[in-house]
């Protein structure tokens, strides 16, 4: 049968030809991966997002010629590679045209490049679509670039391509019928899976394509589902595996897949798709340095190309593990990786193609510059940049390996300290995360093939032996900010170097370490503590070996609620060591800080000292200079803290005496006539003035003012004292600045309440002539 494709692959050609560029929009299965290839002409170089996508390609397109691949048609992936000198269409991944670009950036010899499933968004992709851009505006102007997307969303791509024509193809499926079987409560994800399995294998005939987040979903499901065939197909599998799920099997098989069987693989004898409606996808917190795989609901566009492999060959039937009412609020498409992933990687590339901060290429979505910036922090901390942010040879040399570029440093460094192979493995199993089971880093077990591949790649004959810790250091050596100390005995909480908590799962074999190097953790939204997935015990000595660069001696003057003086030493967030410091100028600066942060009431003030400083306050305020103002920075300028050592020492020191040391000379000889302490009133009593206010105040009775006309005055008579007037029981009776302006039209009021209040008291008619009186 001739697949949709086929109509349009003269159109293609000349549009390529005329343009250099174009936009191809095909839906999965309709030959775009296989048959453009082998039409374009001269030599064709075809990136693909994943590793097992393009050795199918390379395959199904040798199949098509009757060729063994690796005559006209091979592939390169990393690790394994099949070409010769008779290949004119090469399929290789995107990440490895990205070192290939690095390498050659005329990619001399290579007429077309295909960039397939752009729609997917993987960060190699993007990155590799603007490397190529910028190498076609320089240096390759006649390099065609052929952009294909199982989508609709082609505008930006073909803007990005200079305006490139988009050339669409309608595909001839099968209809697929749409059936949800939403989780029971608390269910997980691969029981409500198999529960739709087991559906399907009784409603419909033919192959189960089940699509789950991850390889331990996968597992899980595997171990529940007997009675046929499962096949498991995720990007982890060694070649081989995932070759023969690719092929029909003499029975009816479940598929097992990750994301990986989306778009650009063909499953045969597929005619039911159970989708789990999750993907795994990267994630990166950087407040709590924590970066890893975050597992997320799928767009409407991949539970579209999901649903679309049931009809890729026959009818067939979707049975989508989410309520149905919940679809609508799916994503309309999956969240570029650029946006949320670690960039570290990104930021090498950038670094090794000569443009640092990404500025001048032509993206997608461009790298946020936050992400951006704590990249190069990490490839500044590993020795990969220079001052002005370009590669050092290092920096091209760990680019070079392939790996992310802490893994490149574990490798690099661990090889000399450990030993080329033992390195190795370990960062073969860290580059693996996703494989095997348990916290444990000795649980795990790194393929083979791949540990002989990374150990060739470096020299470090290492030590004879290599030590007991050497899996710890190698993990320390990638992710020195992970070192981490447990926070106290028996407690599965540890603090990590760049001060994120994390936790032992419960039963962990390594709940009696104080130390570990933690190669892996994540966080769960709403924790306030990340989950340690993968580690290795170490010790305080490997941790002073892998992170010289985070060990730090400081005094640590403070006030925690009382003095804190000490010299401490740190490795990143955790606490090595602390030694008291009994040096003065520490113990004065901790002092000053309590008394800033808690205030001066933790000296001793009696009522005069406090009278004092409330008087002086007020001076300052009436009169300015040279009266200063007596507030707490004021004070602290001039308090001398002795002997002080503590908390307690504070409490012998006079606040009065301190405040006294403000007086200013001479001037301070008329401080009792500016702000006398008491007044006398007309009864011959001396009442004290209250100064706690914003003016002074004279709390008088009314009996003993009778008389008084004029309203009393200090500060050199610039400012009225308010009286507040009491009755016999000491009660406010009334207020006034203006005792003249009380007697004529405030007193009568208060007379006649007072007089039935207090009747056997006198209240003269004529306050003005009445004699004053005490009681």
Do not use: N
């Not at 008779?86 to 490049?113: F, H, I, Y």
Request: charge should be positive; glycine fraction near 10%.
């Amino acid at each position: 049968m001739e697949l949709p494709i086929a109509g349009v692959l003269d159109e293609l050609v000349r549009t390529l030809a005329a343009h250099g560029s174009a936009v191809l929009v095909a839906p999965p299965g309709t030959g775009k991966t296989t048959l453009v290839p082998l039409a374009l002409e001269g030599r064709v170089v075809v990136a693909e997002p994943r590793r097992v996508a393009a050795r199918a390609a390379a395959a199904r397109m040798a199949s098509l010629l009757g060729e063994p691949v690796g005559r006209t048609v091979g592939y390169a992936v990393r690790g394994d590679r099949r070409t010769s000198r008779d290949t004119r269409v090469e399929v290789v991944t995107s990440g490895l045209l990205v070192r290939r670009l690095q390498r050659d950036p005329e990619l001399a010899g290579v007429g077309t490049v295909l960039l397939d499933e752009c729609h997917e968004r993987h960060l190699d992709a993007d990155l590799l679509l603007a490397l190529l851009l910028d190498a076609r505006a320089g240096l390759r102007p006649d390099l065609r670039l052929l952009a294909t997307s199982a989508t609709v969303a082609a505008d930006r791509l073909a803007v990005l391509l200079g305006d490139a024509p988009v050339i669409r193809v309608d595909a001839r499926t099968h209809p697929v019928e749409v059936a949800h079987v939403p989780p029971a409560r608390s269910e997980r994800v691969e029981a409500t899976a198999v529960r739709a399995v087991r559906r399907a294998l009784s409603e419909v005939d033919g192959d189960v394509l089940v699509f789950l987040p991850g390889v331990a979903e996968i597992r899980r499901c595997a171990a529940q589902l007997g009675g046929v065939d499962v096949v498991p197909l995720h990007g982890r599998l060694a070649a081989g595996a995932q070759d023969s799920a690719l092929e029909p099997g003499p029975r009816r098989r479940v598929v097992l897949a990750t994301a990986i069987a989306e778009s650009s693989l063909t499953v045969p004898g597929v005619r039911a798709v159970v989708d789990s409606g999750l993907s795994r996808v990267p994630r990166v917190d950087h407040r709590r340095g924590l970066a890893g795989l975050a597992t997320v609901r799928v767009s409407a566009a991949v539970a579209d190309q999901r649903a679309g492999r049931a009809g890729r060959e026959a009818p067939g039937r979707v049975y989508r593990c989410w309520p149905e009412h919940e679809h609508g609020t799916l994503p309309r498409y999956p969240e570029p990786e650029i946006r949320t992933a670690d960039l570290t990687r990104l930021a090498l590339e950038l670094a090794c193609w000569g443009v640092p901060s990404g500025e001048g290429l032509s993206w997608w979505d461009a790298p946020p510059p936050g992400a951006l910036a704590a990249g190069r922090a990490v490839l500044a901390a590993l020795g990969a940049l220079d001052g002005d942010g370009g590669a050092t040879d290092r920096g091209r040399r760990m680019a070079g390996l392939g790996l992310h570029p802490r893994l490149a440093r574990a490798l690099l460094d661990g090889a000399a300290l450990v030993g080329a192979r033992t390195a190795a493995e370990v960062v073969a199993v860290l580059d693996d995360e996703r494989s095997g089971d348990g916290v444990e880093l000795s649980s795990r077990r790194a393929d083979p093939r791949e540990v002989r591949r990374l150990a060739a790649l470096v020299d470090g004959p290492g030590p004879a032996t290599p030590p007991a810790d050497a899996g710890a250091l190698v993990v320390a050596l990638a992710h020195p900010e992970r070192l981490a100390r447990r926070r106290s005995p028996g407690s599965s909480t540890y603090l990590m170097a760049g001060g994120t908590a994390v936790e032992l799962p419960p039963g962990s074999g390594l709940a009696d370490a104080r130390w570990l190097a933690v190669a892996v953790a994540d966080r769960e939204p709403g924790r306030s503590h990340g989950r340690v997935r993968l580690a290795a015990r170490a010790t305080e000595e490997l941790a002073r070996q892998a992170a010289p660069a985070l060990l730090t001696e400081e005094d640590d003057v403070r006030w925690d609620g009382d003095v804190v003086a000490e010299r401490v030493r740190r490795l990143g967030a955790i606490t090595l060591s602390a030694t008291p410091l009994r040096t003065p100028s520490a113990l004065r600066a901790a002092l000053l800080a309590g008394l800033r942060a808690e205030g001066l009431h933790l000296l001793r003030w009696d009522a005069d000292g406090v009278r004092t400083r409330e008087r002086m306050a007020f001076l300052h305020r009436a009169l300015g200079d040279p009266w200063p103002a007596v507030d707490d920075e004021a004070l602290l300028a001039v308090i001398d803290l002795g002997d002080a050592r503590r908390r307690a020492d504070l409490a012998r020191i006079s606040g009065g005496q301190v405040t006294r040391l403000l007086l200013p000379w001479p001037a301070a000889a008329r401080f009792d006539a500016l702000a006398p302490d008491r007044l006398e009133v007309p009864s011959g009593s001396r009442v004290r003035v209250d100064y706690s206010g914003p003016e002074p105040v004279l709390p008088v009775k009314v009996q003993e003012v009778f008389g008084w006309t004029d309203t009393p005055r200090v500060a050199d008579g610039r400012v009225p004292v308010v009286l507040h007037l009491l009755s016999p029981a000491g009660r406010p009776t009334a207020v006034t600045g203006d005792l003249a302006s009380f007697w004529r039209t405030g007193y009568p009021r208060v007379r006649a309440e007072l007089r039935g209040r207090y009747p056997k008291h006198r209240w003269p008619e004529d306050p003005l002539t009445a004699p004053p009186a005490r009681r």
